[in-house]
Antibody, heavy 119, light 105 residues
Framework: EVRLVESGGGLVKPGGSLRLSCAAS????????FNWVRQFPGRGLECVSS????????YYSDSVKGRFTTTRDNTNNSVYLQMDSLRPDDTAIYYC????????????WGQGTWVTVSS | QSALTQPAAVSGSLGQSITMSCTGS?????????VSWYHQVPDRAPKLLIY???KRPSGVSDRFSGSKSGNTASLTITGLQADDEGDYYC?????FGGGTKLTVL
């Protein structure tokens, strides 16, 4: 079964850090681009990062550039999102999402992990 | 990152067809065939319906189809069913639209 499972979310104070992990299984991990997509409490979606198979392409949205870092471990079939200098408006569900191979859609989504930034 | 505009809500009756739009700039939609569409129901992750304007992943019903004209992409659903209700999002160049809530009457 193709699966993505996120972990690492939680409650953190403004200015703090969190590291999200995404464990992949059931497919050839190293061939795919992975995205982190967040959904705000008001339901809007934002793609915050994207990382290609060989790390040759990395994308960050303007709202997280310089604060978030995405990495991958092709040996352990995992993707990570290091989030620093967190702000209350980073509060959201964070989804790990696989991109269609050689394409632009996002075809496999994890169950999501909540990140709450509050004092 | 350019914005994509979707109507807040659309509705249709069981069995009917509806079309919803996603409008952006030439840079966001007009120059690229990379628009995708997602369906989300409460407490679930979004599900991919259409990618690259009009391609359906395996397992997605052929009642769903996508198209594009100029800077506007469209999603058409034929033979509306009760479980088509929910939120629909378009996406292009890593930017999502604000979503359209579909109500099936």
């Amino acid at each position: 079964e193709v699966r993505l499972v996120e972990s690492g979310g939680g409650l953190v104070k403004p200015g703090g850090s969190l590291r999200l992990s995404c464990a992949a299984s059931g497919f050839a991990f190293k061939s795919y681009t992975f995205n982190w997509v967040r959904q705000f409490p008001g339901r809007g979606l934002e793609c915050v990062s994207s990382l290609s198979p060989s790390n040759s392409y990395i994308y960050y949205s303007d709202s997280v550039k310089g604060r978030f870092t995405t990495t991958r471990d092709n040996t352990n079939n995992s993707v990570y999102l290091q989030m620093d200098s967190l702000r209350p408006d980073d509060t959201a569900i964070y989804y790990c999402v696989r991109q269609v191979i050689s394409g632009s859609g996002m075809d496999v989504w994890g169950q999501g992990t909540w990140v709450t930034v509050s004092s | 990152q350019s914005a994509l505009t979707q109507p807040a809500a659309v509705s249709g009756s069981l069995g009917q067809s509806i079309t919803m739009s996603c409008t952006g700039s030439t840079r966001a939609i007009g120059s690229y065939d990379i628009v995708s569409w997602y369906h989300q129901v409460p407490d679930r992750a979004p599900k991919l319906l259409i990618y690259e304007v009009n391609k359906r992943p395996s397992g997605v019903s052929d009642r769903f189809s996508g198209s594009k004209s100029g800077n506007t992409a469209s999603l058409t659903i034929t033979g509306l069913q009760a479980d088509d209700e929910g939120d629909y999002y378009c996406c292009s160049r890593k930017v999502f639209g604000g979503g359209t809530k579909l109500t099936v009457l």
